[in-house]
């Protein structure tokens, strides 16, 4: 025993590696894909370039934009559903398989509906989500405003009554 086998088998070899998963196990990394994988979770954990996101008011605006388009959707497709109820209806008894076809149809719209409807409610909610956001937000920074004006109107009070002039303040 010469001690190199205690090394492990990605420290000292006496061949080449037989694959890129050995190369990679190389203490210097050998290069290629584990170098790239390393940058790719630099940037997933905020060492690459932050890229900026929409404002509240432009994805409220998208969100709004989204649900009108929906709306027209779900408009149509029950437009579509008495369409299909009405032909069903009016082939009845007299054409089963144009009536059957007719209902199949009705059934698929009201498919695409029911997930219209739950896309819209989704819509919905994260648009309200991003509305109160924004009024927390803001109310949190008035706060703000607030506590440091009281801040400064207690330096004053206390000031004033030690007898300081705003000089003699400064210099304390």
């Given at each position: 025993e010469d001690g190199l086998g205690k090394a492990g088998p990605c420290v000292m070899r006496h061949h080449p590696p037989r694959s890129k998963a050995e190369v990679w196990r190389t203490p210097r990394g050998g290069?290629?894909?584990g170098e790239l994988a390393m940058s790719g979770l630099g940037r997933l954990f905020g060492k690459g370039?932050?890229?900026?996101?929409?404002t509240p008011e432009e994805?409220?605006?998208?969100?709004?934009?989204?649900?009108?388009?929906?709306?027209k959707k779900q408009e149509f497709l029950e437009q579509k559903i008495q369409q299909e109820l009405q032909t069903a209806k009016k082939y009845g008894?007299?054409?089963?398989?144009?009536?059957?076809?007719?209902?199949?149809r009705?059934?698929?719209?009201?498919?695409?509906?029911?997930?219209?409807?739950?896309?819209?409610?989704?819509?919905?909610?994260?648009?309200?989500?991003?509305?109160?956001?924004?009024?927390?937000?803001e109310v949190?920074?008035?706060?703000?405003?607030a506590a440091q004006s009281m801040k400064k109107a207690y330096q004053d009070i206390f000031f004033r009554c030690l007898g300081h002039s705003r000089e003699e303040r400064c210099l304390l």
């Open positions: 290069g290629g894909r370039k932050k890229e900026k996101g929409p994805a409220i605006q998208k969100l709004k934009e989204t649900e009108k388009i929906l709306i008894t007299k054409n089963k398989r144009a009536a059957l076809q007719a209902l199949r009705k059934k698929r719209f009201e498919q695409q509906l029911a997930q219209t409807d739950g896309t819209l409610s989704t819509l919905e909610f994260q648009r309200e989500a991003i509305e109160n956001a924004t009024t927390n937000a949190l920074r008035t706060m703000e405003l």
